[in-house]
């Protein structure tokens, strides 16, 4: 099956600081990938799409200077807080998609385990 | 834009009872529909996907869900109840086929909890 990988699985940082979380296919190439920020008890927002080696699409109130993502190569994506707040602490959930492998992989959309965010 | 809405936002049935979790669906054109599970902290786990083959989806851990065009729904079954179904699930929409632009849009999520 595909596997993403996120990491780290949880962060605590101090408010100013930037912090970057990875999202890995270990399997697959990942042609799109996708990240999304959960609440508490609330459902998944799309923050931003990126294609590999081009810039990511940001959806509707999110701010690209404030986090910023990086699609590289087909197997790695990064988000990047800066100068992190209080209110920037949540849950945040990449996922991957590819149009490179069979077309049972290109219909879905696989998801890394999340990393909680706490900024103190 | 495409949509998903999920009518109650918590469900609980007894242990061994049936599993009915609804989503309704906006769409200008047949879409890909989902259902997804999430425990808590943990990211989200596929239970089945509708890709306009048949209607009738079979998925994991006993759970199956019905395309129905006329209606616009894509509910979420299961005929028995297991203390481990206890999770959050959401129903989520993506365009037909594959394309960079292909994003999936989530439903507000249903909380499943079962009673002993």
């Known amino acids: 099956g595909a596997v993403v990988s996120q990491h780290p699985s949880w962060v605590i940082c101090k408010s100013g600081t930037s912090v970057k979380i990875e999202c890995r296919s270990l399997d697959f190439q990942a042609t799109t990938m996708f990240w999304y920020r959960q609440f508490p008890k609330q459902s998944l927002m799309l923050m931003a799409t990126s294609n590999e080696g081009s810039k990511a699409t940001y959806e509707q109130g999110v701010e690209k200077d404030k986090f910023l993502i990086n699609h590289a190569s087909l197997t790695l994506s990064t988000l990047t807080v800066t100068s992190a707040h209080p209110e920037d602490s949540s849950f945040y959930i990449c996922?991957?998609?590819?149009?490179?492998?069979?077309?049972?992989?290109?219909?879905?959309?696989?998801f890394g385990q999340g990393t909680r965010l706490t900024v103190v | 834009a495409q949509s998903v809405t999920q009518l109650g936002s918590h469900v609980s049935v007894s242990e061994g009872a049936l599993v009915l979790l609804r989503c309704n669906y906006s769409?200008?054109?047949?879409?890909?529909l989902f259902w997804y599970v999430q425990y808590p902290n943990q990211g989200l786990q596929l239970l089945l996907k509708y890709t306009s083959a048949a209607t009738l989806v079979k998925g994991i851990n006993g759970f199956e869900a019905e395309f129905k065009k006329s209606e616009t729904s894509f509910h979420l079954t299961k005929p028995s109840a297991h203390m481990s179904d206890a999770a959050e699930y959401f129903c989520?929409?993506?365009?037909?086929?594959?394309?960079?632009?292909?994003?999936?849009?989530f439903g507000s999520g249903t909380r499943l909890s079962i009673r002993p």
């Open positions: 769409s200008s054109v047949p879409p890909y």
């Open positions: 989520a929409v993506s365009d037909p086929g594959y394309s960079s632009a292909s994003k999936i849009i």
């Open positions: 996922s991957a998609r590819s149009n490179r492998e069979s077309w049972a992989l290109n219909t879905e959309a696989f």
